[in-house]
């Protein structure tokens, strides 16, 4: 299947908005995205509150249907939307890993690929405090046009992330390889901090 979305257009018109890119150090993505882009996957955004409406604007002008692929805008929240390339037809996964979904028993989707949007006000990022959640736009380095945020504060992301999908293993591996105990001063929340404090002593 060929790649046909215009992602690296997309990121290049959005680089004056205050957004930053997450889990793209996994097995999914190669080092030429956005260039290249896993199919059947997504990429995640995280954007301020108030460029979430622009940032929405720009990905629906840019993101666009071909011929026998269908193009689906998802409002989950007032804060979280998705935008959907659907093929006709189930494929095999170009990636699979053992939490795929199955279809009739092997790991086939329909999706071409997934931008999804979400800001700091979506309900999960409720866990971190709001100095760490406003600071995130600001300590970030850029990968072939892309916002990628620093190290300490993906970790401090990706427990959220690994605690909410457990079978999703690559968000351990990279707490393992680069968390320290100093992304505790990112959380608030008092019973995250506490499961994120065990998961550490142990892997650390």
Same mark, same amino acid.
């Given at each position: ?5 215009? /992602? ?7 680089? $004056?908005?205050?957004? #930053? #890119? ?8 190669? $080092? @030429?995205? %956005?260039?290249?882009? %896993? ?9 301020? %509150?108030?460029? !979430? ?6 990905? @629906? ?6 011929? @026998?692929?269908?193009?689906?805008? /998802? ?5 979280? #939307?998705?935008?959907?390339?659907? *093929? ?11 939490? $795929? ?5 092997? %790991? ?6 997934? #931008?999804? /949007? ?31 945020? $620093?190290? @300490?504060?993906?970790?401090? !992301? ?5 605690? +909410? ?13 680069? *968390?320290? !105990?100093?992304?505790?001063? +990112? ?16 892997? !650390?």
């Amino acid at each position: 299947m060929e790649m046909f979305l215009k /992602i690296s257009t997309l990121f290049s018109c959005i680089k $004056d908005l205050r957004y #930053v #890119v997450t889990k793209i150090d996994t097995p999914f993505f190669s $080092d @030429n995205f %956005p260039e290249e882009y %896993p199919i059947g996957r997504d990429v995640d955004i995280i954007c301020h %509150p108030d460029d !979430l409406e622009k940032l929405v604007q720009i990905s @629906n002008e840019i993101i666009h249907e071909e011929p @026998n692929f269908s193009k689906h805008l /998802i409002h989950d929240n007032e804060n979280h #939307v998705r935008f959907r390339l659907q *093929a006709p037809q189930y494929f095999m996964r170009l990636n699979p890993r053992h939490y $795929d979904k199955l279809i009739n028993g092997h %790991p086939m989707t329909k999706l071409h690929f997934q #931008v999804d /949007i979400s800001t700091t006000k979506e309900e999960d990022f409720k866990v971190f405090s709001r100095e760490f959640l406003d600071s995130i736009f600001d300590d970030f380095s850029m990968r072939n046009g892309v916002k990628v945020l $620093d190290i @300490n504060k993906e970790c401090t !992301l990706r427990m959220l992330f690994w605690k +909410n999908s457990p079978k999703s293993i690559h968000h351990l591996e990279y707490i393992s390889e680069n *968390a320290s !105990l100093k992304i505790l001063e +990112n959380i608030e929340d008092e019973e995250f901090m506490s499961y994120c404090e065990t998961i550490l002593k142990r892997i !650390l």
